[in-house]
């Protein structure tokens, strides 16, 4: 049976961990600003729809 052991205490590990890290938070950023991007498109084409219905059923003068 193969071991697998990591070096945490390894300048080069932590190096690698670090960069890791980092990569890690700007997935998670950018993926929450994609996220929030596309509820507001959403929120918006609602909206939208809403208020076009409400023109249209609204009586006309």
Same mark, same amino acid.
């Given at each position: 049976?193969?071991?697998?052991?990591?070096?945490?205490?390894?300048?080069? =590990? $932590? !190096?690698? %961990?670090?960069? &890791?890290? =980092?990569? &890690? #938070?700007?997935? =998670?950023?950018?993926?929450?600003?994609?996220?929030?991007? %596309? !509820?507001? $498109?959403?929120?918006?084409? +609602? &909206?939208? #729809?809403?208020l !076009?219905? +409400?023109?249209?059923?609204?009586?006309?003068?």
């Amino acid at each position: 049976m193969i071991e697998n052991t990591i070096d945490f205490e390894n300048p080069e =590990i $932590q !190096e690698y %961990l670090l960069v &890791l890290g =980092i990569l &890690l #938070h700007d997935i =998670i950023v950018i993926t929450k600003k994609v996220n929030e991007e %596309l !509820e507001y $498109q959403v929120s918006s084409i +609602i &909206l939208n #729809h809403f208020l !076009e219905e +409400i023109s249209r059923l609204w009586p006309k003068d």
